[in-house]
């Protein structure tokens, strides 16, 4: 069974850092791109961040750009989201999800999110 | 950016009733390789999302079948043949042939 479980959210002032974790299970996770996606309180989702499955292609999206590092650990199953200059706008719940694989982008498992809190 | 659009934003429902979501995109969701990759989500309160759709009209394992995919291009449809109790949610479509995008979400109810 695929799984996917965050980690690391929590309440963090403006301007401060937090790294998030997504720990996989139940498929070869050296073999998947994977991304994160966050939702805002009562939002749509919006993607943040992919990476490729060596680890050496990286995209994120304009709002983040500069200020976040998407990376991974296939050894470890894991991929990391390490989120510098926080802003009360980057409050939201982050999902690590995993790209189906097709030459488009699929999300074919989310994990269950960690909510991130930025506020003084 | 691709901008999808849903409608309605709002959708009550009698049970045992069918159901009909619309997601427009901005620009064609053809992809080079010939696929169009469109999806649909439901995330019912407090989880995650969930995929029931993917590339127009393929249904994903475990989602019943009273739940289908059509469109093409630019204009795509999620329909519900007969809405029960454990629907209540809201849907998003998604994009992931031009970066990724999502719709504004529709919100699922029972009357």
């Known amino acids: 069974e695929v799984q996917l479980v965050e980690s690391g959210g929590g309440l963090v002032q403006p301007g401060g850092s937090l790294r998030l974790s997504c720990a996989a299970s139940g498929f070869i996770f050296s073999a998947y791109e994977m991304n994160w996606v966050r939702q805002a309180p009562g939002k749509r989702p919006e993607w943040v961040s992919y990476v490729s499955t060596s680890g050496d292609t990286r995209y994120y999206a304009d709002s983040v750009k500069g200020r976040f590092t998407i990376s991974r650990d296939n050894a470890e199953n894991s991929i990391y989201l390490q989120m510098n200059s926080l802003r009360a706008e980057d409050t939201a719940v982050y999902y690590c999800?995993?790209?189906?694989?097709?030459?488009?982008?699929?999300?074919?498992?989310w994990g269950q999110g960690t909510l991130v809190t930025v506020s003084s | 950016d691709v901008v999808m659009t849903q409608s309605p934003l709002s959708l009550p429902v009698t049970l045992g009733q069918p159901a009909s979501i619309s997601c427009r995109s901005s620009?064609?969701?053809?992809?080079?390789?010939?696929?169009?990759?469109l999806a649909w989500f439901q995330q019912r309160p407090g989880q995650s999302p969930r995929r029931l759709i993917y590339k127009v009209s393929n249904r994903d394992s475990g989602v019943p079948d009273r739940f289908s995919g059509s469109g093409s291009g630019t204009d795509f449809t999620l329909k519900i043949s007969r809405v029960e109790a454990e629907d209540v949610g809201v849907y998003y479509c998604m994009q992931g042939t031009v970066w990724i995008t999502f719709g504004q979400g529709t919100r699922l109810e029972i009357k």
């Open positions: 999800a995993r790209d189906q694989g097709a030459a488009g982008t699929d999300f074919d498992y």
């Open positions: 620009q064609s969701l053809v992809y080079s390789d010939g696929n169009t990759y």
